[in-house]
């Protein structure tokens, strides 16, 4: 089956990601943590897996280039195929523990990793530092740090685009809405 319409997917993420080890074309497991709903029917339920792939991973000193793309839902013997790229910044579970105690709200939200800009062949890339993952103990030296994991728990969201659908789609609402209208 597939799904004929763009819609965002919240996530988690089921396996955590060690930045200093993953690259392109390793496999992600995701879960979804809301229901999709499409003209008023659920069309993936809340708790569905989603498996895909980091599609682009590059490290360019303490920064990071990270684009994923999500393949397929699948639940109770059901399975929709997708195509589906990150959609704004990870909210990292670790870090928002690691902050909860010590962050005024006014400061903004620490455990959002990332910015997001459109590509042309990615879909989508996520920016983001290295220190923008480890825990404000490791910041003088972020790369040598025990842990520098986007954490299982995390969560974000991804946006499926039918495949007939060209991918400046992805961010373009209104050349969205014509092209449906077709």
């Given at each position: 089956?597939?799904?004929?319409?763009?819609?965002?997917i919240p996530?988690?993420?089921?396996?955590p990601?060690?930045?200093?080890?993953v690259?392109?074309?390793?496999?992600?497991?995701?879960?979804?943590?809301?229901?999709?709903?499409?003209g008023g029917?659920t069309v993936?339920?809340?708790?569905?897996?989603?498996?895909g792939?980091i599609?682009?991973?590059?490290?360019?000193?303490?920064s990071?280039?990270?684009a994923?793309?999500?393949?397929?839902a699948?639940w109770?013997?059901?399975?929709?195929?997708?195509?589906?790229?990150?959609?704004?910044?990870i909210?990292?579970?670790?870090?928002a523990?690691?902050?909860a105690?010590?962050?005024k709200?006014e400061?903004g939200?620490?455990?959002?990793i990332g910015?997001?800009?459109?590509?042309?062949?990615?879909g989508?890339?996520?920016?983001f530092?290295?220190?923008?993952?480890?825990?404000p103990?490791?910041?003088?030296?972020?790369l040598r740090?025990?842990?520098?994991?986007?954490?299982?728990g995390?969560?974000f969201?991804?946006?499926?685009?039918?495949?007939e659908?060209?991918?400046?789609?992805?961010?373009n609402?209104?050349?969205y809405g014509?092209a449906?209208?077709?």
């Open positions: 089956m597939a799904l004929d319409e763009r819609v965002d996530v988690e993420l089921q396996n990601l060690d930045l200093r080890y690259n392109a074309g390793d496999a992600i497991k995701l879960k979804t943590t809301h229901e999709v709903v499409v029917h993936i339920p809340k708790g569905a897996i989603i498996t792939k599609s682009s991973f590059q490290r360019n000193g303490e990071v280039n990270m994923l793309l999500a393949e397929r699948t109770k013997g059901q399975t929709f195929d997708l195509r589906a790229y990150i959609w704004g910044p909210k990292s579970i670790g870090l523990s690691d902050y105690t010590n962050i709200p400061l939200d620490p455990a959002l910015r997001m800009h459109p590509d042309a062949t990615l989508t890339v996520l920016d530092f290295f220190l923008e993952v480890v825990s103990s490791c910041h003088m030296d972020p740090c025990e842990k520098v994991a986007i954490e299982s995390s969560s969201v991804v946006r499926h685009l039918p495949p659908y060209k991918l400046d789609l992805l961010f609402d209104a050349a014509r449906r209208a077709l």
